[in-house]
């Protein structure tokens, strides 16, 4: 039988791991002032289901998971914003408008 730390440990590593696979696109982002090879409609749900799952790990009680998606849900916004943001100040610039 594991142990609940254990499983948790894992949970924490998991939740690490795919939190911070996030910081490469929005370093990616701010440095290069630009999102346009960005989906707005993915990140828009993906946000939607981040949050969600924030949600869910709160109400079971998972740390791992509501830590995890706490941390996610700002980082997606983030990067959600600044390509709204960004793709604003890019249609301006075309535009003139």
């Known amino acids: 039988m594991i142990r609940q730390e254990t499983i948790d440990f894992i949970g924490y590593v ?14 990616r982002v701010v440095k290069l002032r630009t999102a346009r090879d960005i989906s707005l409609g993915m990140f828009s749900i993906f946000s939607i289901g981040t949050a969600l799952w924030l949600t869910y790990g709160v109400l079971v009680r998972s740390a791992p998971v509501a830590a995890a998606n706490a941390v996610t849900f700002v980082l997606s916004i983030s990067i959600l914003v600044l390509k709204l943001h960004f793709d604003r100040h890019a249609v301006k610039e075309i535009t003139g408008v």
């Open 14 to 27: 998991a939740a690490t791991c795919t939190t911070i696979s996030f910081l490469p696109q929005l370093i």
